[in-house]
């Protein structure tokens, strides 16, 4: 029943986001933009760590990375806009792809970390080179095509590129491709053994995350105008992994939920208060007790042995 | 079509394999037979890619195989099950086979068609081939252990392998679950000719459904040949047949 109901509610839902800057004012509008690229961002961190079983630690780079690279292409070159907003997502899966080669090899927590740890580097290298990439202090004011620069423009756009991504994860987790990458989760070596080159799959599948990490982070640029080196540091990374943790996992649309509490939390709390890593710790506290499978995945998930639990 | 030369794997100083050869033929269902920790599984991961030969030879039509990957492996036509029931738990008994033929198909990097309904007739056949057609359906997780091990060994078989390894395909199954398997490992062997080699610790059957034996004790082989043959062999008797003559 849940199952037919699902494509009913998801056209109600683009309805509902469709009609939204009409009635919302200016702030609203542009807060309901950031939870739509976060939650993109959530989604393609799923893809790695819910779908692939990865240890994606620091998928925040991947998505500065995109950001990054659309912001430079429409600062300091003379190239088109759209050219900025393939380079962004190509170099943060460009970057996934060579993080990943890098860091494979290594199982589950030494992967996490040593991603961490590269990750950190990139960072720093964003952090420091003030002749290009504006140091600590970003960039700032990224011109953008006319179409695209009110707050409803781009809104629009960045439901328009939001709704077609994730649409695209969904019809991949769908694929061959996507069931395999679940097979290799749950039992890498059955699919070694089927014929299934383990490796060669858990790279293709981190090289689309940081591809759709990266365009949320070129969305990011059409939203705010603006890159600091901030967004892609450890703590976002985390963020993110929280609100995976807190929509589920193992639920497609987990982390669209997950990235919409959050954001819409940090928001209001940040106009009363300064201590949203006090709640962000509180949540995570919360739902790593209360709710392991999520909250989607508390609904829809369906009951399974414990011990088969665990990405 | 297979030779295992003088293969020697050891763990830190202890050799759990020492000097184990093999030989099987195409078409023959071999056994291999030993007390616990003889070194059986070790020998069949050695086969499989799961771990590489200190030293020794493993020939497969051939070819030295010895320390390439299990995925090559794979490949290259040798597909097993494992001791302890190795199957994909959170997917469907139907999903399980499927993602194995579409595996062998090479289809397991496409990222947009659904793969939902995807070699379906080619599945149902080999569902229906082991008598799982039922349970298709069903989450295989929650299937007996019997089915599960029979699920396993569909998987091994959706890879279209020339060389099926089958680590005690009836461990733990209640006899007429054993009965079934046996049934089915012959109608693999007679039907389509597949060769198999498996090791079992019910010495009945063994030597009622193998062609040849080899036997194995502290990792090393003491005999290979025809049932009559290890019968007699006085070391076998000593050091295995006699003393339980099952395990
Ligand atoms: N990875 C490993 N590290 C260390 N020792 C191992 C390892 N795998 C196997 N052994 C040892 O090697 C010996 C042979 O083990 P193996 O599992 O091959 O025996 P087996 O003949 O399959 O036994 P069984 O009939 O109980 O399945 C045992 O003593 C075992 O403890
Ligand atoms: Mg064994």
Known sequence: MRRSATPFLLLLLLAALLALPQVLPRFHTYVASIVLLTALLATSLNLAIGYTGLYQFGHAVFYGVGAYGTALVLTRSGMPAPVAFLVGPLAAAALSLVMGVICIRLSKLYFGMLQISLGSLVWAVVYRWYSFTGGDDGIHGIPLPDAIASPKGSYYFTLTVTALCVFAMYRIVRSPFGKVIQGIRDNPVRAAAIGVDVRLHQLASLVIAGFFGGVAGSLFVVVENSVFPDMMFWTFSLEVLIMCLLGGMYTFFGPLVGASVIVLLRVFASVHTQYWSLILGTILTLVIIFLPDGVLGRFVRRSLPKEDRGA | ?247
Not at chain 2, 44 to 54: A, C, E, R, V, W
Not at chain 2, 109 to 128: N, T
Not at chain 2, 151 to 177: H, R
């Open chain 2, 1 to 247: 079509m297979l030779r295992v030369e003088s293969v020697v794997k050891s763990f830190g100083g202890f050799k759990a394999v020492d000097g184990a050869n093999l030989h099987v033929n195409a078409g023959e269902i071999v056994a291999v037979i030993g007390p616990n920790g003889a070194g059986k599984t070790t020998l069949f991961h050695l086969l499989t890619g799961h771990l590489s030969p200190d030293s020794g030879r493993i020939l497969f039509k051939g070819k030295e195989i010895g320390g390439l990957s299990p995925h090559v492996l794979c490949r290259r036509g040798i597909t097993r099950s494992f001791q302890v029931v190795n199957i994909f738990p959170r997917l469907s008994v139907f999903e399980n086979v499927q993602i194995a033929v579409l595996s062998r198909e090479r289809k397991t990097f496409r990222i947009f068609s659904p793969v939902a309904g995807m070699a379906e007739e080619e599945v149902h056949r080999i569902l229906r081939s082991v008598g799982l057609f039922d349970q298709r359906d069903v989450e295989s997780d929650l299937l007996s252990h019997g089915d599960k091990k029979v699920l396993e060994i569909a998987v091994a078989l959706s890879g279209n392998p020339e060389l099926l390894i089958l680590d005690e395909p009836t461990a733990g199954m209640a006899p007429e679950e054993t009965e079934r398997c046996i049934r089915l490992i012959r109608k693999l062997s007679g039907e389509s000719g597949l060769t198999i080699l498996f090791c079992e610790h019910d010495i009945a059957l063994v030597f009622e459904i193998a062609n040849r034996i080899m036997v194995m004790v502290r990792g090393a082989t003491v005999v290979q040949g025809s049932g009559e043959e290890v019968r007699r062999n006085s070391e076998v008797q000593s050091a295995y047949l006699g003393e339980s003559g099952g395990c």
